[in-house]
């Protein structure tokens, strides 16, 4: 079956600039999540979603940073006014949403969004 | 503060080889701890996971250790292979109200020489 997509794969931007970073997860996953890898770093959770809601924002680093999943399924991750320190790899991950420790999170191929 | 650390960025084995990747955590809340692999311009795939409550778990060529008291885990690959080349994750679950919320360390590239 189809993985998590995420659209467009790469973005170049110019600073100041709002951007939209779509996510698709795998069809019947409730949770998705939100994270973002800058160079040289480790993943840096974003945002949890459960179904619509998100219970879990702890990790938007700034108020120029939100995110919206609609009908439990596609989620959009917008970035206002974008900075230079906004440039990474910002990864999608989907998992059943099931409580338990064989809840995989499976992960889309991420955006690359450069800010010049 | 970075929670989940991975020290050596980088590793380079011998085909049929052992490959041991680690990973050292400050956060004693950890329950649960995954181990994923990432290709370039692929999303990381889950590998291979352990809960605090075991030592040791084993999955074909893949085996995760363990040590809680020193809160250190580690990754063995036996044998090595060349498709095993790509960047090496371990990440951590605390549970409870974090459940989900992976927190990952910066990654080890491995290289596996034919």
């Known amino acids: 079956g189809a993985g998590v997509s995420q659209s467009p794969s790469n973005k170049v931007t110019e600073k100041g600039k709002d951007v939209e970073l779509r996510c698709d997860p795998i069809s019947g996953h409730t949770a998705l999540y939100w994270y973002r890898q800058s160079l040289g770093q480790g993943l840096e959770f974003l945002i949890y979603?459960?179904?619509?809601?998100?219970?879990?924002k702890s990790g938007l680093p700034s108020d120029r940073f939100s995110a919206e999943r609609t009908g439990g399924s596609v989620s959009t991750l917008t970035i206002q006014r974008t900075q230079q320190e906004d440039s990474a790899v910002y990864l999608c991950?989907?998992?059943?949403?099931?409580?338990?420790?064989?809840?995989?999170?499976?992960f889309g191929p991420g955006t690359r969004l450069t800010v010049l | 503060d970075q929670q989940v650390k991975q020290n050596s960025p980088s590793l380079s084995v011998q085909e049929g080889r052992i490959s041991i990747l680690n990973c050292d955590y400050t956060?004693?809340?950890?329950?649960?701890f995954l181990w994923y692999k990432k290709y370039p311009a692929e999303g990381p795939t889950f590998l291979i996971s352990?809960?605090?409550?075991?030592d040791k778990n084993e999955d074909g060529r893949f085996t995760v250790f363990l040590n809680k008291s020193a809160k250190h885990l580690s990754l063995h690959i036996v044998p090595s292979q060349p498709g095993d080349s790509a960047v090496y994750f371990c990440?951590?679950?605390?549970?409870?109200?974090?459940?989900?919320?992976?927190?990952f360390g910066q990654g080890t590239i491995l290289t596996v020489h034919p």
């Open positions: 956060n004693s809340m950890f329950d649960y």
């Open positions: 991950a989907s998992s059943l949403g099931e409580r338990g420790r064989t809840d995989t999170q499976y």
């Open positions: 990440a951590a679950d605390a549970g409870g109200t974090s459940y989900g919320k992976l927190t």
């Open positions: 352990i809960s605090s409550i075991k």
């Open positions: 979603f459960q179904g619509n809601s998100a219970p879990d």
